[in-house]
């Protein structure tokens, strides 16, 4: 299902969400990430070695709570695919979606040494990402509802 306006304003303007994931036994797995539109879809990095990318190898459903302010909350039943391998270019383009460019063209990214975002030259980030083997969430989104503020 194409993402509403008034989905996509409000994912803009609240990043932050809880996805949970299924494990091999039927228990939910959560975890906090950070989500954006990018070219009208749902988009979020991740990693091959975080639990959230195991499970959803296995059973691409996924669930996501999108935080709003008291009272206001967005649920989406979602299917995921993964896309990795040479993705540098997507993320980066998913990075300006979420954060904006930094100074003097670059990206601003989370550099997990100093614990907190920082910016990177794009040809830094491209490297940092393929070393790091970042792959992206894509999230076909399949139903949503909640009590979240209308565009």
């Given amino acids: 299902m194409p993402l509403a306006p008034e989905l996509v304003d409000f994912v803009t303007k609240h990043p932050d969400a809880a996805m949970i994931t299924l494990r091999d036994n039927g228990t939910p797995h959560m975890a906090r990430i950070e989500i954006c539109v990018v070219d009208g879809r749902l988009r979020a990095t991740g990693a091959p070695s975080l639990v959230r990318t195991r499970n959803l190898r296995r059973d691409p459903r996924c669930s996501l709570f999108v ?3 008291h009272p206001f909350w967005l649920g989406l039943e979602t299917e995921v695919t993964i896309a990795e391998g040479e993705v540098g270019q997507d993320l980066i383009q998913l990075l300006r979606a ?3 460019t930094g ?15 920082r910016p990177y030259t794009e040809a830094e980030y491209v ?3 393929r070393a790091s083997q970042l792959l992206i969430y894509d999230f076909g989104v399949l139903k949503a509802y909640g009590n ?4």
């Fill in 148 to 151: 979240y503020v209308p565009a």
């Fill in 127 to 129: 490297a940092h990402a």
């Fill in 98 to 100: 979420r954060h904006g």
């Fill in 103 to 117: 100074p003097a063209g670059t990206v601003l990214a989370h550099d997990d040494e100093l614990g907190h975002d």
């Fill in 67 to 69: 935080f709003g302010p």
